[in-house]
Structure formats: structure tokens, C-alpha cells
């Protein structure tokens, strides 16, 4: 049987804000007697949130199974808090994402790396404090796809599945509801099992 190992934000994750169950919930029970799916038991965050805690995440798993890691870091990396610029710059946003990157090589040596572009948002739901753009969202993925090229690494474009998505599919601005996280779900098994 297959091991996986997800990294990733709230979307993976879910959030009790956004009252969603994130995708990775899906994924393990999609793949429930085809793969063993594991998961840091909390938030990703912002790419260097992950650079941080990787580590610490990879004792919980035997990282020399691990198959596949299927990782994202993005959404929180282009929040504007208050008005304020995005939380991460874009140039260090890529350097850290190179950083992680070499982390998840030397954590799980046999595993073959998927990087997930950020999912779109509906920016007219979002609070004036509590602000992401779509724009942003693409000059982030941009780079980081340019990035993960370079390093060979395999993309999974969420962000192309969820461009066009509006309110229905949401449970909040950044968030998705259960049909959301199930298209997501399968989008994600597809690109590990392929």
C-alpha cells in the first residue's frame, strides 16, 4: 500500500472560521484500503510556519515510506492583515519555498514531491482588516511554479480548478464547502496516484 503524506493550509486542513472540513479529509477516506494518508494534525500555515515545524511533523511518520509528499504553502504567505503589505514577500516567499523543499528531500529521501499552487478566493466576501487578491494569489503561484520547474518538482494547479468558483462552492471567502473540498479531493488523489 502507498504512503502519503499531505502538507498544507487550511485547505487541507479545514477551519472552524470557515466552518470547513478541508480537502484532506476527503483524500483519506477516498483512499481508505488504497493508501495510508498522513497529515500534520494542524495548520500549515505560511511557508515558514512549515519550515519550522516540518521536522517536528516528520517524527510522527517512518519518512523513508512516505511515496509521496503533496504540499502547498501560499495563502497565508499573500494575507494582508490591516491594510498591512502581504504577510510574506514574494522573494522570500520562493526562497523559503526552495528551503522547504530541500527539507522535504532530506526528510522523506524516497518521496516523490507535488507542489500545490494556491486556491483562488472571492475577494468580495472578504473583511477590509482580513484581505487576500486574486492577483496576488497568481503572482504567488507564478513564481512558485517557475521555482518548482527549475527543481523538477510536479505542480497540481488548484488554482485553475477554483478560478471560477463563486459563493456556492465557498463556506467563506478563502474557504470551501463540502462539494468544494471534494472536487479538491479528487484533484489531489489524482495527481498522488498518478
Request: hydrophobic residues 40%; aromatic residues 12%; glycine residues 6%.
Amino acid at each position: 500500500m502507498r504512503n502519503i503524506y499531505l502538507i498544507g493550509d487550511s485547505i487541507r486542513f479545514g477551519s472552524t472560521s470557515g466552518n470547513s472540513l478541508g480537502y484532506g479529509v476527503f483524500v483519506k477516506e477516498q483512499l481508505a484500503g488504497k493508501a495510508n494518508v498522513y497529515a500534520p494534525d494542524e495548520n500549515c500555515r505560511f511557508v515558514q510556519y512549515t519550515q519550522r515545524y516540518l521536522h517536528e511533523w516528520a517524527e510522527n511518520v517512518d519518512r523513508e515510506s512516505i511515496d509521496t509528499v503533496h504540499w502547498n504553502n501560499g495563502l497565508w504567505d499573500v494575507l494582508r492583515i490591516q491594510g498591512d503589505e502581504p504577510f510574506t514577500d514574494l522573494d522570500i516567499y520562493v526562497r523559503l519555498l526552495e528551503r522547504v523543499y530541500r527539507r522535504i528531500r532530506q526528510l522523506f529521501p524516497n518521496a516523490k514531491v507535488i507542489f500545490a499552487l494556491s486556491t483562488a478566493v472571492v475577494e468580495e466576501l472578504a473583511k477590509p482588516d482580513f484581505l487576500r487578491f486574486n492577483r496576488e494569489i497568481e503572482a504567488y503561484n507564478a513564481a512558485a511554479r517557475e521555482l518548482m520547474e527549475r527543481l523538477h518538482v510536479q505542480i497540481n494547479d488548484l488554482y485553475s480548478v477554483t478560478k471560477d468558483w463563486g459563493e456556492e462552492m465557498h463556506s467563506d471567502f478563502v474557504h470551501f464547502n463540502e462539494a468544494g473540498c471534494r472536487i479538491l479531493a479528487e484533484r489531489v488523489i489524482e495527481k498522488i496516484m498518478a
